[in-house]
Every structure is written in C-alpha cells, then in structure tokens.
Nanobody, 118 residues
Framework: VQLQASGGGLVQAGGSLRLSCEAS????????MGWFRQASGKEREFVTS????????SYADSVKGRFTIWRDNAKKTVYLQMNSLKLEDTALYYC????????????WGQGTLVTVSS
C-alpha cells in the first residue's frame, strides 16, 4: 500500500495550498481517509478525515472554516484545500487511511511539508 502525498511547499501567511494524496494497493472506497500533521518539536495531531463516500467530514477546531477535505474514489485520491494559512499551520502533513469500521489508522503516507512564512 502506498499513500503518495504531494502539493506541499512554501506559502505566505494568508495564502492557500492544496494537498493531494493518491492511494495505491488498496480498495480506496473501503477506507476512511484523513490528514494528520506534525510540527517541529510537537506531537502529531489530527487535522481532518472523510468517510467512504465523502458524506461526512471531521475537522480539528484549529482548521475549521479554513481547510476542506474531499475525495475522488475513481481517482483514488483525497485532497486537502488549505486557505487562510497561518504560521502555526507549518508542519509535515501526512495522508492516512483507515479500513471501514476500524479504530486505528492502518496506513500512513510519507508526508509533505507545508511551510507558512510571515
């Protein structure tokens, strides 16, 4: 199984970025997808998740109203649109997958770095 994340980069505060994560080696539509992030010196934290069909989305309070997750099951890809970026959004962002009905995240991508500058 591979979760290939892309789209990270350097952006000024207030700007936007879109992350993508293409999955392979799994039946994508059977997996809840999500994003975690880890800033330097901090613990990894949940950012957002989306259910199998995309009907239900969950967001961390810190990103609500600024980030949007969606998925394209035909392309086996999950996206994260990040708007109004803040300095504190700087982190390594990980794409994750959890088999339906499960309680733990089964697969983690390699991470893509988002750096927000002032």
């Amino acid at each position: 199984v591979q979760l290939q994340a892309s789209g990270g980069g350097l952006v000024q505060a207030g700007g936007s970025l879109r992350l993508s994560c293409e999955a392979s080696g799994l039946t994508f539509s059977n997996y809840v997808m999500g994003w975690f992030r880890q800033a330097s010196g901090k613990e990894r934290e949940f950012v957002t998740s989306i259910t199998l069909s995309g009907n239900y989305k969950s967001y961390a309070d810190s990103v609500k109203g600024r980030f949007t997750i969606w998925r394209d099951n035909a392309k086996k890809t999950v996206y994260l649109q990040m708007n109004s970026l803040k300095l504190e959004d700087t982190a390594l962002y990980y794409c994750v997958a959890k088999f339906r009905g499960g309680s733990t995240w089964n697969y983690w991508g390699q991470g893509t770095l988002v750096t927000v500058s002032s």
